[in-house]
């Protein structure tokens, strides 16, 4: 259960409501320093950050206490400006600072690796409060900001794309609530779990798959990538047969194979995570195609607790499936971090690299493409989305099967 929760920080900043904590803002933060990982977020903060994802696959892993080069540094001037690219995240926050320590750590690395930059990279800490994040995106422009990374939270994108402060461009790392026009300048980048179950409902489709039975978790993440499946499977034209709401009560679980067995389907909906995901697959029909989403996946350092999940198939980072990916080898994998972490890590390094190409391209064109740590990035209507790698475990091994949907159109959040 604690990974549910856990797993419910780091997918979903999108559930958070507002502010917390009272902060005052600082003055900006070189990024010279070394920086060491925090401890796992606690249960009640991981409720409610922004999708994350996993733990490092067997790869390289590096120390990130190094300093930027100097070329990379810059301290704004008192009364001066100085060029260059804003992070803005709530590591003040009580909530929410582990989850932004990560995302800036993944900046940082991506920010070595593009030295000379083309712009250096500023840090602006804040806290909880919308009015403190808003004065900061002010301090940052004030300060000569020509790119704005950030904010993270959910409450804090929607108040900064209401504002009218956006006068750079500037990348959400977050979608705001609701449907609200979005100014000019202004983009959104995330993780999201629906986007995810969007991407299954493309792939089964596209595999010949026509009918359905979903397989929820009694938890509220679990019934949104539920909801946003089947919404996608119904307008690509599938049928939904029936639905089956699932505890890791093993007194239910003959009732969920009778289900199962009286509701024939072309593919099985799995929305749990890995333990509950283990516990009810063999209670599945084993001769019906099964899909998940990232949250199925702890990691192949778990290969024998993975043998239940043989069969299943799921979406996940190339930065844990694919560590030879050229994209995703330059970087050094943070020490210490939880597979969640390591997922708002990733999410950093492909928020620095988008700042950098807005950097380059006054207009990015719509549908450009990234080939991202966090999937295959491309820009539709103010959105950056992601594609990400297709795989399937086979004897508890997550084996990847594809990189990305090769029929994507420009999905909608």
């Known amino acids: 259960m604690q990974r549910i929760a856990t797993f419910l920080l780091i997918l979903f ?3 958070l409501a507002g502010g917390c904590a009272t902060a005052t803002n600082p003055a900006p933060v070189s990024d010279a320093r070394a920086i060491a990982p925090r401890a796992k977020p606690s249960p009640a903060a991981a409720a409610a950050a922004p999708t994350p994802e996993t733990e490092a696959p067997v790869a390289k892993t590096f120390p990130l206490a190094m300093a930027l080069p100097p070329e990379a540094i810059t301290t704004p001037q008192r009364g001066g400006q100085t060029p260059h690219i804003a992070l803005l995240l709530p590591l003040n926050s009580a909530s929410f600072g582990q989850a932004a320590e990560a995302v800036k750590q993944g900046a940082i690395a991506a920010s070595l690796i593009q030295i000379p930059a083309v712009l250096p990279l500023q840090t602006y800490p804040t806290g909880d409060r919308v009015e403190d994040i808003l004065s900061a995106y002010q301090q940052a422009l004030q300060a000569g900001a020509r790119i704005v990374v950030g904010p993270l939270t959910r409450n804090a994108v929607t108040a900064l794309a209401k504002s009218g402060l956006v006068s750079v461009p500037t990348l959400a790392l977050n979608f705001p609530e609701g449907d609200i ?9 995330g993780l999201t779990a629906e986007g995810e179950a969007r991407q299954i409902a493309r792939l089964a489709f ?3 798959r026509r ?8 938890t509220m993440l679990a019934k949104r990538v539920q909801q946003a499946f089947a919404d996608a499977w119904r307008g690509l034209g599938g049928k939904l047969v029936a639905q089956a709401n699932v505890s890791a009560d093993r007194i239910q679980l003959p009732a969920l194979h009778d289900k199962v067995i009286k509701h024939p389907a072309d593919m099985i909906f799995l929305a749990a995570d890995a333990d509950l995901g283990r516990l009810i697959r063999p209670y599945l029909d084993a001769n019906t195609p099964t899909y998940a989403i990232s949250m199925i996946y702890a990691g ?20 844990f499936l694919q560590p030879d990916n050229p994209a995703v080898m330059i970087y050094p994998h943070a020490e210490n971090f939880s597979i969640e972490q390591e997922r708002l890590y990733a999410l950093g390094i492909d928020a620095f690299r988008l700042a950098v190409l ?11 493409v990234l080939d991202g740590v966090t999937g295959q990035i491309s820009l539709f209507a103010h959105q950056f989305q992601r594609e990400m790698t297709v795989a ?3 004897r508890g091994e997550a084996l990847v099967t594809e990189y990305a949907d090769q029929n994507k159109t420009g999905e909608q959040k």
């Open 181 to 189: 026009p979005l100014p000019e300048n202004f983009y959104l980048f």
């Open 300 to 319: 192949n350092r778990e290969i024998n607790r993975n043998v239940d999940l043989n069969g299943v198939q799921f979406v996940e980072m190339p930065w």
């Open 392 to 394: 399937q475990f086979e």
């Open 211 to 218: 009918t359905a039975l979903t397989v929820t978790a009694n």
């Open 206 to 208: 596209n595999e010949g």
């Open 13 to 15: 900043l999108a559930t």
């Open 358 to 368: 807005m950097a380059q391209q006054r207009h990015v064109p719509e549908g450009s």
